[in-house]
Every structure is written in structure tokens, then in C-alpha cells.
């Protein structure tokens, strides 16, 4: 089975950086899509980065210039690298991936999307 373990969380000050990391564990898999989601109490969950198999990256709108997706793909492990924190960047963090695992001996496929437990991130005002 795979599973996804994020590090890194923690409280910060305000304008202080933290950096997140997500590192997916198992074997006979390969790891398309990863993302960090993140949802505050009472909101949504949000997207807030994503960066493809080949490194192609897509950001909130709320993240761009402050935070930096990144993935070693030789450590099967995204990162989030979060810079200038605000006190709205408060919210429960969590690690997305898109894998292909191989489920039998005979060699078949399954594409699933698997999620973390969250780590949470808390910055001061």
C-alpha cells in the first residue's frame, strides 16, 4: 500500500517561511500529479500548488510569490516552500498524489488519488 507523510508544519510569525515536505512510501508505483491542499477551520479545502511528473507547476492565486512547489522524484517527495506567512495561511495542509500502483503478479495497473493526514500549519499575527 502507499501512504504520504507530511513533515514540517508548526507555528510561525508573521513573515517568517516553513517548509513542507510530503514523502510517499511503498513500492511498485510511480507518482504522476502532486499537490498541497489546504483547508481552514470552517472553509473549503483549496488547492494551493501542484507540479506535474515533469515539473510543470499551477498556483493559488493567494500562493503565488510567496510559495514554491518543488518535487525528487528519486525520493518520491514534493515540497512546499513557504515564504512571507500570513496569519491566512493558517489551515490544516495537506499532500495530494496522483500514483499508479501495481496491484497483481500479472503486471495490471490502478490510478487512485491518495491524501496525507495533514499537518498543520499556524502562523501568528
Known amino acids: 500500500q502507499v501512504q504520504l507523510l507530511e513533515s514540517g508544519?508548526?507555528?510561525?510569525?508573521f513573515g517568517a517561511s516553513l517548509r513542507l515536505s510530503?514523502?510517499?512510501?511503498g513500492s511498485g508505483f510511480s507518482i504522476n500529479d502532486m499537490a498541497w491542499y489546504r483547508q481552514a477551520?470552517?472553509?473549503?479545502?483549496?488547492?494551493?500548488?501542484?507540479i506535474s511528473r515533469?515539473?510543470?507547476t499551477t498556483y493559488a492565486d493567494s500562493a503565488k510569490g510567496r510559495f514554491t512547489i518543488s518535487r525528487d522524484n528519486a525520493k518520491n517527495t514534493v515540497?512546499?516552500?513557504?515564504?512571507?506567512?500570513?496569519?491566512?495561511d493558517t489551515a490544516?495542509?495537506?499532500?495530494h498524489a496522483n500514483i499508479?500502483?501495481?496491484?497483481?503478479?500479472?503486471?495490471?495497473?490502478?490510478?487512485?488519488?491518495y491524501w496525507g493526514k495533514g499537518t498543520q500549519v499556524t502562523?501568528?499575527?
Open 92 to 95: 490544516v495542509y495537506y499532500c
Open 54 to 56: 515533469a515539473g510543470s
Open 22 to 25: 510530503c514523502a510517499a512510501s
Open 79 to 88: 515540497y512546499l516552500q513557504m515564504t512571507s506567512l500570513k496569519p491566512e
Open 123 to 125: 502562523v501568528s499575527s
Open 9 to 13: 508544519g508548526g507555528l510561525a510569525q
Open 100 to 113: 499508479e500502483r501495481i496491484v497483481n503478479v500479472e503486471g495490471a495497473r490502478v490510478t487512485r488519488d
Open 41 to 50: 477551520p470552517g472553509e473549503e479545502r483549496e488547492l494551493v500548488a501542484r
